[in-house]
């Protein structure tokens, strides 16, 4: 059986996440939930989506590095 893969945070970066959250809180609500969620539970990686299935999904094309980057800000 394979172990998941997590980040977890270490307490000052939870502490840090938290304090992001209760500044959040009255504006974007959203984001401060999003912000505690990750504090305290830190990241699946094994549930992430990677950049490129996020372009697939979207019907965007791949990247090409040879690509120009002019429309990047």
């Known amino acids: 059986m ?6 977890v945070f270490d307490p000052a970066e939870q ?6 959250a209760r500044e959040m809180a009255d504006g974007d ?6 912000l505690e969620r990750l504090a305290g539970e830190g990241v699946d990686l094994d549930a992430v989506t990677s ?3 996020l372009r697939e999904n979207l019907g965007q094309p ?5 690509a120009p980057t002019s429309h990047v800000a």
């Open 29 to 34: 609500p959203r984001i401060a939930y999003v």
């Open 15 to 20: 502490e840090a996440l938290r304090a992001d």
């Open 51 to 53: 950049w490129e299935d």
């Open 62 to 66: 791949p990247l090409d590095d040879a």
């Open 2 to 7: 394979e172990a998941a893969m997590r980040i």
